[in-house]
C-alpha cells in the first residue's frame, strides 16, 4: 500500500485540562458552596470535627442543643410513641430514636421540603426503619391531626423552636445578612410571600411594630423608616443588611458596631417570623399541646427568643393553675457554659419542661 492509499489518520483528541478541586482559602472558605469538606461530614469527619472543636458549626450541619437535659426531662423508654414536632437536622431525634427500641415509635415534623428529606435519609441511613421513624411535613400546629396514628397520644412532645444552622448557612435561603442572596425567609419556599414582598407592601407603622414584637428591637422605628424610604426595593439580603446600618450609623457615636450587629440580628429573625408567622402557629401548638399527651406525658420546648418563651412560660403557667399539667419548670433552663462555649449558637437558647396531670382537668 503506497502512501497515498494509506487510511487517513484521525487527529488526535487534544487533552482535557486537569480540573483541580477547589481548594480552601486559608484554613477556612468564606463561601458556603465551597466548603465541601463541611458540607460531606461523611467522608471529611476528622475536618468537621476540627471545626466543632473550634466552636463552630459546620456548614449545612445543626448541632443539638440542650441534649442531656432534653433526654432527662423526656425520659423515653422502648415501646413509648413520642414525637419531635421540629426535626431540623434530627440530631435530638437520632438520640431519642436509640432509646425507643424495641417497640417505640417517634413521628418527626418539619415544614422545610428542603432540609426534611435530608434528615429523613440521614436518619435511615443510621438503620431507623419507617417502624420506629415515622416523617411527615406538616406544621406542628396541626398535631391534633396525628392522634389517631399515634394511637390516641403521646407519651412525650419536643419542640426545638426557631430556625437551624442549615438554614441560617445557606444564603440561597436568604435567612443570614452574613452573605448575599435573596431576601427570602420563608422555612417553606412554596409557601406564603418571601421577605422582599413583604417589605414592599407593609407600612412604617406596621414594620415598626413587626421588629418591636418578634425581636424587641429598640430602633425598630428608625429602621423601619430607613427601610420604606430606600429608592429601590429591597429585594436581597445585602441591600437590607446595608439599609440597616445606613439607619444606625445616624445615631450617637456611643453605638458600637456589636450593637449595630445585634440590631441586624434581629431584623432578619423579626421579618423571619413574620413572614413564617411563627408567634400565631406556636401559640396554636400550645393550645393543642396538653391535649396531645398521655396522662403523665412529658414535653420539652426550646425558645430562642423572648417573644417565644414568654408565650411558653404562660401557656404552661396557666396550664398547671387549671390541673391540665401537674408540674412545669419553675424556671427556665439554659446550656452550660461548656455548651455555649462550644456551640456559640446555643447561648440564647431556653429550655422550659412540663408534666400532663394523671387526673382529669377540673
Not at 185 to 214: C, D, F, M, Y
Not at 298 to 307: D, K
Request: charged share 25%.
Amino acid at each position: 500500500m503506497t502512501p497515498d492509499q494509506q487510511e487517513p489518520q484521525g487527529s488526535p483528541e487534544a487533552p482535557k485540562p486537569h480540573k483541580r478541586r477547589i481548594r480552601y482559602s486559608g484554613r477556612n472558605p468564606r463561601r458556603f458552596e465551597d466548603k465541601y469538606k463541611e458540607l460531606n461530614p461523611e467522608k471529611y469527619a476528622e475536618d468537621v470535627e476540627h471545626v466543632i472543636a473550634r466552636g463552630r458549626t459546620p456548614a449545612g450541619m445543626h448541632i443539638p442543643i440542650c441534649v442531656k437535659e432534653i433526654l432527662e426531662i423526656l425520659d423515653p423508654k422502648p415501646g413509648e410513641t413520642g414525637l419531635d414536632a421540629t426535626l431540623g437536622f434530627g440530631g435530638h431525634a437520632r438520640e431519642i430514636l436509640s432509646r425507643l427500641a424495641p417497640g417505640g415509635r417517634l413521628f418527626a415534623l418539619d415544614v422545610d421540603p428542603i432540609e426534611l428529606p435530608r434528615a429523613e435519609a440521614r436518619l435511615r441511613g443510621l438503620g431507623f426503619s419507617e417502624d420506629i421513624f415515622i416523617a411527615r411535613r406538616m406544621n406542628f400546629a396541626g398535631i391534633m391531626g396525628l392522634m389517631g396514628e399515634a394511637g390516641g397520644g403521646f407519651d412525650f412532645i419536643l419542640a426545638d423552636l426557631g430556625v437551624s444552622s442549615m438554614q441560617l448557612d445557606n444564603p440561597g435561603r436568604g435567612f443570614t445578612y452574613k452573605f448575599d442572596g435573596p431576601l427570602d425567609l420563608r422555612l417553606n419556599p412554596s409557601r406564603g410571600v418571601p421577605a422582599s414582598e413583604l417589605l414592599k407592601s407593609i407600612s412604617v407603622k406596621a414594620l415598626t411594630a413587626l421588629l418591636a414584637e418578634n425581636a424587641d428591637e429598640p430602633h425598630a422605628e428608625t429602621i423601619a423608616r430607613s427601610i420604606k424610604s430606600s429608592l429601590t426595593p429591597i429585594t436581597t439580603t445585602t441591600q437590607l443588611s446595608d439599609t440597616v446600618r445606613a439607619a444606625l450609623k445616624k445615631l450617637p457615636s456611643k453605638e458600637t458596631d456589636n450593637a449595630i450587629k445585634r440590631s441586624l440580628q434581629r431584623a432578619f429573625m423579626a421579618l423571619r417570623i413574620g413572614v413564617n408567622e411563627e408567634l400565631s402557629v406556636l401559640d396554636r401548638f400550645l393550645e393543642a399541646l396538653p391535649w396531645c399527651l398521655k396522662p403523665g406525658g412529658r414535653a420539652a420546648i426550646l425558645s430562642f427568643h423572648s417573644g417565644e418563651d414568654r408565650r411558653v412560660k404562660k401557656a404552661f403557667a396557666a396550664g398547671a393553675e387549671a390541673g391540665i399539667y401537674s408540674g412545669v419548670a419553675p424556671t427556665c433552663l439554659r446550656p452550660s457554659p461548656e455548651e455555649q462555649k462550644k456551640n456559640s449558637r446555643s447561648s440564647c437558647a431556653k429550655l422550659r419542661w412540663a408534666v400532663r396531670s394523671s387526673a382529669p382537668a377540673q
